[in-house]
């Protein structure tokens, strides 16, 4: 019962390169999510999905695309990073109707 | 549009006293209420909602937290702390009807229980 699996779990990357952060969850949710925690900031919303093939813009989507080709997986993707996006992101879902979210461990992202 | 105020960066308290961590929120219409905690370098873990129902919702580990419509307050309570209770604790909110179940959470409280 893994529940919401993020991969990796900490990257270095150095400015302007790309990298695709991996979300998968095996509870069938329609809903998944991306987040970013930053210190004082809580949780910010950049990205989500109502259910696969769509996808949605949150509160800081600037630099961050996602895409939803399968249920079970949400892809983030940085294309050129920058300092400004190292931070910790979180993955996560719920069901159509639900009223909470199951988390993902997190990725630690350090940009150079 | 949605938000939650955490007033406090962080809340000391005593091993065995009572803890209280602050929540209050902005939302239109009906609320969902939700607590979450986070222990180092681990994701967030659910404690307790407030749906609908009776104000006093009580959670895991002897949280309870008391939903106030008048103050638009949700704060969350332990009669008695433990050191494992230090944490960084997230209150969030949705409206009833929040395209895509959408969270938004407050900047986060740190509880630091000592021996």
């Known amino acids: 019962n893994a529940g919401v699996t993020q991969t990796p779990k900490f990257r270095v990357l150095k400015t302007g390169q790309s990298m695709t952060l991996l979300c998968a969850q095996d509870m069938n949710h329609e809903y998944m999510y991306w987040y970013r925690q930053d210190p004082g900031m809580g949780l910010r919303l950049i990205h989500y999905s109502v259910g696969e093939g769509t996808t949605a813009k949150g509160e800081v989507p600037d630099g961050y695309n996602v895409s939803r080709l399968k249920k079970q997986n949400f892809l983030l993707g940085l294309e050129s990073a920058a300092p400004s996006q190292t931070s910790v992101y979180f993955c996560?879902?719920?069901?159509?109707?639900?009223?909470?979210?199951?988390f993902g461990s997190g990725t630690r992202l350090t940009v150079v | 549009a949605q938000s939650v105020a955490q007033p406090e960066d962080q809340v000391n308290v005593a091993e065995g006293n009572p803890l209280t961590v602050k929540c209050t929120y902005s939302v239109s219409g009906n609320p969902y209420l939700f607590w979450y905690v986070q222990y180092p370098n681990r994701g967030l873990q659910f404690l307790l909602k407030y749906i609908t129902g009776d104000n006093l919702v009580k959670g895991s580990y002897g949280f309870e937290a008391e939903f106030n419509k008048s103050q638009t307050s949700f704060h969350l309570k332990k009669p008695s702390a433990l050191v494992s209770d230090s944490a960084l604790y997230f209150c969030?909110?949705?409206?009833?009807?929040?395209?895509?179940?959408?969270?938004?959470f407050g900047g986060g409280t740190r509880v630091l229980v000592k021996p």
């Open positions: 969030a909110v949705r409206a009833f009807k929040a395209a895509g179940n959408k969270l938004t």
């Open positions: 996560a879902s719920s069901y159509l109707g639900g009223n909470g979210y199951t």
